[in-house]
């Protein structure tokens, strides 16, 4: 009687046991097909963000490249047979302007003060020569541009920059008057490009002659 008492027991037990193993098998799939869509989720959701990386970085390379590019064709002449003075009556010169034209071949002075105006023409403001920016030079009409006013679209001349010994050339894209308070051509928007700016009086002195040109 004992060994059959224990039977129907038994019984119950595997059943709950195998139960208990079925209802283990099935969370964990469960759980494993909710962590599988987490993850592709997040795969689908990363995929166009790798792809607009990998585009991005194959459109910067291609940027880097046509900037190298750029850089390799604004090479500047480098002109070694020059000599240019350090110092003109005892003003710091930046380079020299070279339009022969008109034939002006004169030092520019780092100074623009009366005084150093009756030495050489002068930076007024600006970069530093031949530097991408609008370079400016004033001087006497009477001692360099008495001619500056003759000057047409397309004409060119060069500067060299006493430092680096570049040469850059440059052409005339206007030529015009303006009152002596008008400073609009000193400004900086030359996008970039490096731009000269030459001003000296008229015949009168009660108007500015002003000479604008970009590199080419």
């Known amino acids: 009687m004992a060994v059959y008492s224990k ?6 037990r595997k059943k709950r046991t195998r139960n208990k193993i079925i209802i283990g098998i099935l969370f964990c799939i ?13 795969l689908l959701d990363l995929k166009p963000y790798k792809e607009a990386k ?3 970085s194959a459109t910067e390379g291609q940027d880097n490249q046509q900037d190298k590019q750029n850089v390799e064709e604004r090479k500047d002449e480098i002109v070694s047979d020059v000599t240019i003075p350090g110092k003109i009556g005892g003003y710091e010169v930046a ?3 070279i339009i022969s034209k008109i034939g002006v071949n004169s030092d520019i002075l780092n100074d623009y003060s009366d005084p150093a105006l009756e030495v050489s023409i ?9 530097a991408p920016g609008n370079f400016c030079i004033v001087g006497h009409r009477g001692y360099q541009f008495e ?8 004409d060119t001349f060069y500067t060299i920059n006493r430092k680096t010994k570049t040469k850059v050339t440059y052409a005339v894209s206007s030529v015009f008057t303006c009152g002596p308070n008008d400073v609009d051509c000193y400004r900086q928007n030359s996008d970039g490009k490096r731009e000269i700016t030459i001003v000296t009086c008229t015949p009168s002195g009660a108007q500015r002659v002003v000479c604008k040109a970009r590199e080419i």
């Open 95 to 97: 380079g020299r302007l």
């Open 122 to 130: 002068g930076k007024i403001s600006g970069p530093e020569l031949n």
């Open 7 to 12: 039977g129907p027991k038994a019984k119950k």
């Open 30 to 42: 469960i759980i494993l097909a909710i962590i599988y869509l987490v993850v592709s989720d997040s």
């Open 54 to 56: 990998l585009i991005g």
């Open 147 to 154: 001619k500056l006013h003759t000057l047409k679209n397309g």
